[in-house]
């Protein structure tokens, strides 16, 4: 596992929140990952909205562009194979969404975090936590267990999910 923060300069970073944390950037409804994993009592948190920038082979995005700078600084990235946006709008308390993997097989996943707020990304085995902090990045193997969650300190929690090889 590897952590970075700053990971991009502050005039690009700035940039793309711009774009993300409009109030006109298309944001689209869905079930959260692993249902069979929340509570009961939690249901009524098992959404949250996501733009998907990339996926089978070709961006599905118009906006995908502006993220190519981007994956040109992913330490040994050769294939794309999936990029999404997800935005957990803020709940009561924290709700974790379930622990999965994005893919199977070799390669990398990449959580970079939009804005610093108490939600995370934990990992299965280890335990280990990563707090969403502003412009830092999380790379580990796409085959290792994860979840991330919704936060209590902030309107939204905004991630960028990468998987590659």
Excluded at 39 to 60: A, I, P, R, W
Excluded at 86 to 108: A, M, Q, V, W, Y
Aim: aromatic share 16%; with cysteine.
């Amino acid at each position: 596992m590897e952590i970075l923060d700053n990971f991009l300069d502050d005039y690009y970073f700035k940039s793309l929140y711009d774009i993300v944390g409009s109030s006109h950037f298309p944001w689209y409804w869905s079930h959260v990952v692993n249902t069979e994993d929340l509570l009961v009592e939690d249901q009524q948190y098992n959404f949250q909205f996501g733009h998907t920038l990339f996926k089978d082979g070709q961006s599905n995005s118009d906006k995908f562009e502006f993220f190519l700078p981007f994956l040109s600084k992913l330490p040994n990235m050769k294939t794309l194979i999936r990029m999404k946006i997800n935005l957990n709008p803020k709940s009561h308390k924290i709700i974790r969404h379930g622990f999965h993997t994005d893919f199977e097989g070799d390669g990398k996943t990449a959580v970079f975090y939009f804005n610093t707020c108490n939600g995370y990304t934990e990992f299965e085995e280890s335990g280990d936590i990563i707090k969403s902090k502003e412009n830092r990045i999380v790379i580990f193997d796409m085959m290792e267990s994860h979840t991330g969650t919704s936060c209590t300190d902030a309107s939204r929690r905004i991630v960028l999910n990468i998987n590659y090889k």
